[in-house]
């Protein structure tokens, strides 16, 4: 077997010693979860802001407001919800509005509608901002916390190493190289794992802050729009 065949990337996994191997195992494993997020969030994100943009279109189009609100509780009575995050919290202000409405149609107190309204769209908006940010958390984490996992055990198997050189009567770098690559193997996943958690976080959480202004901004001209029409 040649040197360059025993310092291939598959016999230096499979060559290291069995901590090493648990962790890169781990490594692995976290790279892989984190790319699932990665994939799913980035469609998740794509798909919110092209429902936003839809829905912003139909709305500052001028369209009747009960007939909005009508189309998004259609949407959400089918076997699959097809409304998006602005919808929805369209769909709390104004299920809200009228409720309140309904229950002080003798006082008509609207200050109490539009509080309620508003308090329904913020209780919405939290939650279609927890799904958004959902797995963020874990992105984060790999992005910090791997490249540490893979420097320890390159430096556990750099210990090991130097522990085989002591009963070598002769150190050659040709003894000690292989032991050393083969912990150095651990570091390149965990830089592998944490280099793409780290970039898809930022770029997520950007994208994800756009979409929460554009939602709070929502709130405040939709409040005002009921606020003109209370009176």
Not at 22 to 32: E, K, N
Not at 35 to 45: D, M, P, T, V
Not at 157 to 175: E, K, W, Y
């Amino acid at each position: 077997m040649t040197v360059t065949q025993d310092l291939s990337f598959l016999s230096l996994i499979t060559g290291a010693s069995l901590l090493v191997q648990i962790v890169m195992a781990g490594l692995l494993l976290v790279s892989m979860t984190s790319w699932n997020y990665i994939f799913s969030k980035l469609f998740a994100i794509k798909k919110a802001r092209a429902q936003t943009d839809a829905f912003e279109k139909g709305f500052w189009a001028g369209g009747n407001l009960l007939d909005l609100y009508q189309n998004a509780l259609n949407k959400r009575r089918g076997s699959r919800d097809k409304s998006g995050a602005l919808e929805r919290i369209f769909e709390a202000g104004m299920n809200e509005y009228h409720k309140v409405k309904a229950a002080n149609k003798a006082s008509l107190d609207a200050g109490a509608m539009l509080d309620g309204a508003r308090r329904a769209m913020r209780a919405s908006y939290q939650r279609e901002m927890d799904i958004l940010e959902s797995h963020l958390s874990f992105l984060a984490s790999v992005g910090s916390v791997s490249p540490y996992i893979g420097l320890f055990g390159t430096v556990w198997g750099i210990m090991n190493a130097f522990r085989g050189l002591a009963n070598v009567q002769q150190a050659t770098l040709a003894a000690v190289a292989p032991g050393i690559a083969e912990a150095l193997v651990a570091t390149a996943i965990g830089l592998f794992a944490a280099i793409p958690a780290v970039l898809a976080y930022n770029r997520f959480s950007h994208d994800i802050d756009r979409l929460a202004i554009r939602f709070e901004s929502f709130i405040e001209e939709f409040t005002n729009i009921l606020q003109r029409q209370s009176r």
